[in-house]
């Protein structure tokens, strides 16, 4: 009896002493609650299940992916300590977060660590801080800005244009880019409107835009912003074009503003409604798994999802220096890796390239109206 | 003049809204002493359960609005009272406050728990015509969330001041002791308190959710910017909520466009520090004695 019970025992202490086997971890930290919760739930929803195709696929490298997320609160200090938490739970990479203003803060303790980290942010600063381990899974806002300028300037023929920007690291990122733009090609700024980080009223914003004589108004804020800023533009029947970036016309403002996004413009990295047959299924598949459309974000965090499996094959372990060494000048295509939907290039700084679209909302979804090459 | 005019109209129409809140912070300081710090998280919910009347059990928007309103009385008003302020009120003022600070942290992470994080649409009552009035574009919605609210409002004060229960509900809220032995129900009287509460937060939740979309955060601007207004008017005055939330949704609107867009958000708190150093009991409150 006794035997018995010390063979157990020690076939148990056995069994507990080995490690896991055929399992990588990633991190996914991300605005899950707090006024970013709208990007980040499509940002996590789409890395979640990139790596459950991933997984049913056979995994990265033969190994199941364990994909742990943290809610960073839209909070940079709380965002920073789970970064923190995913490197001591022993992640090789890491997803997120979508805020720039986080990201700027948390990429440090990643870089720190050496860990990999692919951001859905799109501030400008977060690739120009030389820090070797930040990735883009969507270009910055300095790279989408001369883009959607030249279009105001060249096709819309803008020549003053009112600025309505989040006053947060993300706006600031954008608005920096779209002024240095506006100057290049001649647009005069006749009111320029800097708003809170969940601000609810934007009544006094839409009236000083639209009695300021511009030809155009340009929202950068972020998701729920940018439909508060819609109702009430059509609420005051504002009656000038109002252009902006993914965040004026992704599909959760869409379903926020309702029929108060109509019209509205803008340019995007990414959208479900490209025409291009890989995001279809992708957006197809996405609708049934949760039962929304999909925004950018959704599609960002996909790609993540499938970049970091490909890159992680090349490389040929989960080696996080090697995979960040590996980042920098590749360039993705879909031949070789199917997941990241369109080809994709890093440059040293780990900015992104690729083609994108100006899109108008019709009907209550996006309109592909130009497609613009990589810059 | 066609923008100052907008400006002004707008910022009655949000200042109606933060009034109904703010008079609920008035309503409870007079049945219970206290402050509730839930008052915020009392205007987000009810516009949840429209929408769980909508998406979950398919009603009309009218109906929905009537489910949440009965909701609403039963959850925030009645259960209120007896879950919270009556247990807690025996042992003084500040652990009720402390309850109640409890309390809004628990609807509001109720409300992310079971229907997101994410803020809803949430549909306009009004139908978004706008009227061209000497230059100014004035919205149908702005007109009537203006016209309700002050109705809502003025109901209020002409049952107080009109009806036996009103006149009632004022005995018990100025002493009591005196009222009951007059022979008013005073428990009664007190539970209505808290209803009319619960009921004036669900019209401005209707009213204000499709401005700033339905999400479990509402609470925390609304709370702080009607709590700002009941002491600016006078906190044991109604009409004294009235005049602070009409007022603070002007200022915000002008300090926006004429002062600083950056700073518009201080502009409630500058006047709140202004009225509480030259007229600590608000605009038109009554100075109150304390004994030690």
């Given at each position: 009896m006794l035997r018995t019970f010390l063979g157990a025992t020690a076939v148990a202490l056995v069994l507990s002493a080995i490690p896991a086997l055929g399992e990588v971890k990633v991190g996914s930290i991300i605005?899950?609650?707090?006024?970013?919760a709208a990007a980040g739930t499509n940002f996590h929803d789409g890395v979640k299940m990139g790596f459950e195709e991933i997984n049913a696929a056979g995994g990265v490298l033969g190994e199941q992916v364990q994909l742990s997320e943290y809610d960073s609160q839209t909070d940079p200090q709380v965002s920073r300590a789970m970064v923190q938490k995913a490197i001591d739970d022993g992640v090789y990479v890491i997803t997120g977060t979508v805020f720039s203003s986080s990201t700027v803060v948390n990429m440090l303790v990643a870089q720190q660590a050496g860990i990999p980290q692919f951001t859905g942010s799109e501030a400008p600063s977060i690739t120009q801080?030389?820090?070797?381990?930040i990735f883009r899974t969507t270009f910055g806002a300095q790279k989408g800005m001369p883009k959607v300028v030249k279009y105001m300037a060249e096709?819309?023929?803008?020549?003053k244009v009112a600025i309505v920007w989040a006053n947060t690291e993300f706006g600031k990122g954008g608005y920096g880019a779209f002024m240095d733009e506006a100057r290049n090609y001649g647009i005069e700024i006749v009111a320029d409107l800097p708003t809170e980080q969940?601000?609810?009223?934007?009544s006094a914003d839409v009236l000083k835009a639209k009695n300021s004589g511009a030809d155009a108004v340009f929202v950068y804020l972020t998701e729920e912003e940018s439909a508060r800023f819609l109702r009430e533009a059509q609420k005051q029947s504002i009656g000038l074009p109002l252009v902006g970036e993914t965040t004026l016309i992704g599909a959760k403002v869409i379903q926020l503003a309702g029929d108060a996004a109509s019209g509205a413009m803008g340019h995007v990295g990414?959208?479900?409604?490209?025409?291009?047959p890989a995001i279809t299924e992708m957006v197809d598949r996405f609708k049934a798994k949760y039962n929304y459309t999909p925004d950018h974000n959704a599609i960002k965090g996909y790609t993540a999802a499938w970049t970091i499996k490909c890159v992680t094959e090349m490389v040929g372990s989960t080696d996080s220096q090697a995979i960040a060494d590996k980042m920098h000048g590749l360039t993705l295509t879909t031949d070789e890796c199917?997941?990241?939907l369109m080809d994709a290039t890093w440059d040293e700084t780990g900015e992104m390239s690729r083609e994108s679209f100006f899109v108008e909302v019709e009907n209550g979804k996006q309109t592909v109206k130009a497609i613009l090459p990589p810059n | 003049m066609a923008e100052f005019l907008q400006l002004i109209l707008s910022g009655l129409a949000a200042g109606s809204i933060y009034a109904l809140a703010a008079v609920g912070f008035t309503l409870l300081w007079q049945a219970s002493?206290?402050?509730?710090?839930?008052q915020g998280e009392f205007v987000m919910l009810p516009a949840f359960f429209v929408l769980v009347g909508m998406?979950?059990?398919?009603?009309p928007l009218w109906t929905s609005i009537a489910f949440a309103l009965v909701l609403s009385l039963i959850v925030l008003g009645l259960m209120f009272k007896k879950l919270v302020v009556e247990p807690m009120l025996p042992h003084g003022t500040l652990p009720l406050v402390i309850a109640t600070i409890a309390l809004g942290v628990l609807l509001k992470e109720s409300v992310k728990e079971f229907y997101g994080a994410t803020a809803q649409p949430f549909p306009a009552i009004f139908p978004q015509t706008v009227y061209n009035v000497a230059g100014a574009s004035i919205s149908l919605q702005d007109i009537g969330n203006l016209t309700v609210s002050m109705l809502a409002i003025v109901g209020l004060q002409l049952f107080l001041g009109r009806t036996r229960t009103g006149r009632c509900m004022q005995a018990t809220a100025q002493n009591p002791n005196v009222a009951e032995i007059l022979g008013v129900n005073v428990k009664r009287m007190v539970l209505y308190t808290f209803l009319i509460n619960a009921a004036l937060a669900t019209v401005a939740s209707v009213l204000i959710s499709p401005i700033?979309?339905?999400?479990?955060?509402?609470g925390e601007t609304l709370g702080l910017v009607a709590f700002i207004a009941a002491i600016v008017g006078g906190f044991n005055q109604i009409r004294g909520a009235l005049v602070g939330g009409l007022l603070i949704g002007v200022i915000d609107n002008l300090s926006a466009v004429y002062i600083s867009a950056q700073y518009r958000s201080a502009m409630p708190l500058i006047l709140l520090i202004i009225i509480i150093l030259v007229r600590p009991q608000g605009l038109l409150g009554t100075s109150e004695g304390r004994s030690v």
């Open positions: 605005e899950l609650s707090g006024p970013g801080k030389g820090n070797p381990y096709e819309m023929g803008v020549k969940a601000q609810t009223d934007f990414l959208t479900a409604d490209a025409g291009i199917p997941g990241v | 002493q206290t402050i509730n710090f839930a998406t979950v059990l398919g009603l700033y979309l339905a999400k479990f955060s509402n």
